[in-house]
């Protein structure tokens, strides 16, 4: 069982930055897909970046070139660096693992709150 932790949400003006991280505890070799989904009021849940502990990525068109995702693969733990932060950001982001990077993984965080204000 892999349990995720996040951290680093908040409330930030647009145009600003915050970098959420998530570390995945309960496994040896840790998941080989890790990355982040968010979801906003009224909204379904929608992908935002994964990565793989190659380092292969998928990244959402509507964040690509402003959000950056990484992997430190000794401390299992993903990053999500946002720039150039846009009101429309504004979600609760959850940590996501698995195995496949075209499939959703079975693994959730508790979800952390990106507040971006106009």
């Known amino acids: 069982q892999v349990h995720l932790v996040e951290s680093g949400g908040g409330l930030v003006q647009a145009g600003g930055s915050l970098r959420l991280s998530c570390a995945a505890s309960g496994t040896i070799f840790g998941p080989n897909v890790m990355g982040w989904y968010r979801q906003a009021p009224g909204n379904l849940r929608e992908l935002v970046a994964v990565i793989t502990s190659g380092g292969t990525t998928n990244i959402a068109g509507s964040v690509n070139g402003r959000f950056t995702i990484s992997r430190d693969n000794a401390k299992n733990t993903v990053y999500l660096q946002m720039n150039s932060l846009k009101p429309e950001d504004t979600a609760v982001y959850y940590c996501?693992?698995?195995?496949?990077?075209?499939?959703?993984?079975?693994?959730w965080g508790q979800g952390t709150q990106v507040t971006v204000s106009s």
């Open positions: 996501n693992a698995g195995e496949l990077l075209t499939v959703v993984g079975p693994y």
